[in-house]
């Protein structure tokens, strides 16, 4: 398929060309910052851009991952997220449906997917998350990525555009800042996040490639893209009180594992991101988890995902 691939110098972006391209596709990809698989210079907040973009390339399907996210919040003001977030995202789907695409896939976020509790930290219990929760952005890049994703669900209603939102865990390479009190070294922390919030930007562009394979057989759906959790909703409250109990019952062998590496869990999690819908209906699983990992570190080896950095 001829795609454009939005946000093609991101990291996702970095990730996602190359897959695409081995599996045969031919990449457009469109970032106003210069990239190895960034073919247009430019904005799709420039909806002609956008409309010679997919009408030059005959584009049969767009991948759209561009956005400014979190870190941009630091730099760039709420106009400029809903210039690129919001109109980027309307362009992106009224030129697909004027111009025949058949699929769409919007990479959204679970950051969109924080409850007041987790906020205050007041919870008893660790908060569940499924697609079924309703969202209450914290931010401009919640919102605006919230936004986007009704101007998809609308274009869909509209117009029978197949779109797959893939509300996506952390990938990123940096360390959070204020998520835990964290003490733990950054493979510690990824290693740790893999439980219940976090995936690998490998196994993030293989959901991009599964979603676009099933979009036009689904129609419309919103997944949760993340590791697969190995807890249980029952472990809500232990999970809050003491988790690295919880981590033991499930992984006997990773307490000696851990204390080699002088690494510790958190204490306490308070949310876990489920990844249920995107196994059963998307038929799609990640390829790495916490047992993976521990696999892996057992063998002494360090795996690249846990110490790449931006
Ligand atoms: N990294 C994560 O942990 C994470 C988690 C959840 C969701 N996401 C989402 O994944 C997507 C990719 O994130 P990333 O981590 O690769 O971020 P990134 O910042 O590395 O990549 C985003 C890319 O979008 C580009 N972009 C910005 N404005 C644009 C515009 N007007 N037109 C076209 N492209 C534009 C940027 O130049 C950048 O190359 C984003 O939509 C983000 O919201 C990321």
């Given at each position: 398929?001829?795609?454009?691939?939005?946000g093609?110098s991101?990291?996702?972006?970095?990730w996602?060309?190359?897959?695409?391209?081995a599996?045969g596709?031919?990449?457009?990809?469109?970032?106003?910052?210069?990239?190895?698989?960034?073919?247009?210079l430019?904005?799709?907040?420039d909806?002609?851009?956008?409309?010679?973009?997919?009408?030059?390339h005959?584009?049969?399907?767009?991948?759209?991952?561009?956005?400014?996210?979190?870190?941009n919040?630091?730099?760039?003001?709420?106009?400029?997220?809903?210039?690129?977030?919001?109109?980027?995202?309307?362009?992106l789907?009224?030129?697909s449906?004027?111009?025949?695409?058949?699929?769409?896939?919007?990479?959204?976020?679970?950051?969109?997917m924080v409850?007041?509790?987790?906020?205050?930290a007041t919870a008893d219990?660790?908060?569940?998350?499924?697609?079924?929760?309703?969202?209450?952005?914290r931010?401009i890049?919640?919102?605006?990525?919230?936004?986007a994703?009704?101007?998809c669900?609308l274009?869909?209603?509209?117009h029978?555009l197949?779109?797959i939102?893939?509300?996506?865990?952390?990938?990123f390479?940096?360390?959070?800042?204020m998520?835990h009190?964290?003490?733990?070294?950054?493979?510690?922390?990824?290693?740790?996040?893999?439980?219940?919030?976090?995936?690998?930007?490998?196994?993030?562009?293989?959901?991009?490639?599964?979603?676009?394979?099933?979009a036009?057989?689904?129609?419309f759906?919103?997944?949760?893209?993340?590791?697969?959790?190995?807890?249980?909703?029952s472990?809500?409250?232990?999970?809050?009180?003491n988790a690295?109990?919880v981590?033991?019952?499930?992984f006997?062998?990773?307490?000696?594992i851990?204390?080699k590496?002088?690494?510790?869990m958190?204490?306490?999690?308070d949310?876990?991101?489920?990844?249920?819908?995107?196994?059963?209906?998307?038929?799609?699983?990640c390829?790495t988890?916490?047992?993976?990992?521990?696999?892996?570190?057992?063998?002494?080896?360090?795996?690249?995902?846990?110490?790449?950095s931006?």
């Amino acid at each position: 398929m001829r795609i454009l691939l939005t946000g093609s110098s991101g990291w996702l972006g970095q990730w996602l060309a190359p897959r695409l391209v081995a599996l045969g596709h031919d990449v457009i990809g469109i970032d106003p910052v210069p990239g190895a698989a960034t073919t247009i210079l430019g904005s799709i907040a420039d909806r002609s851009l956008v409309r010679q973009a997919i009408g030059d390339h005959r584009i049969e399907a767009i991948i759209h991952g561009g956005a400014l996210h979190k870190p941009n919040i630091e730099t760039h003001d709420r106009q400029a997220f809903l210039d690129v977030n919001v109109t980027g995202t309307f362009n992106l789907l009224e030129e697909s449906v004027a111009q025949g695409v058949s699929r769409f896939v919007f990479t959204s976020t679970t950051s969109l997917m924080v409850s007041r509790d987790v906020r205050a930290a007041t919870a008893d219990e660790a908060v569940w998350m499924t697609e079924d929760f309703v969202p209450m952005p914290r931010n401009i890049y919640g919102v605006t990525k919230l936004a986007a994703e009704h101007l998809c669900r609308l274009t869909h209603e509209l117009h029978g555009l197949p779109v797959i939102i893939l509300r996506t865990a952390r990938f990123f390479p940096e360390i959070d800042d204020m998520a835990h009190e964290i003490r733990q070294s950054g493979p510690n922390t990824k290693a740790n996040e893999l439980l219940f919030r976090r995936l690998t930007a490998a196994d993030a562009a293989e959901a991009h490639v599964a979603a676009l394979a099933k979009a036009p057989e689904i129609g419309f759906d919103v997944f949760i893209a993340v590791a697969k959790t190995p807890f249980a909703r029952s472990d809500a409250r232990e999970l809050m009180h003491n988790a690295p109990a919880v981590v033991a019952r499930y992984f006997p062998d990773y307490p000696s594992i851990y204390g080699k590496l002088g690494w510790t869990m958190f204490d306490r999690i308070d949310r876990v991101y489920d990844s249920a819908r995107l196994e059963q209906r998307l038929g799609f699983r990640c390829a790495t988890d916490f047992r993976t990992t521990l696999d892996t570190l057992a063998r002494g080896e360090m795996p690249a995902y846990l110490t790449t950095s931006a």
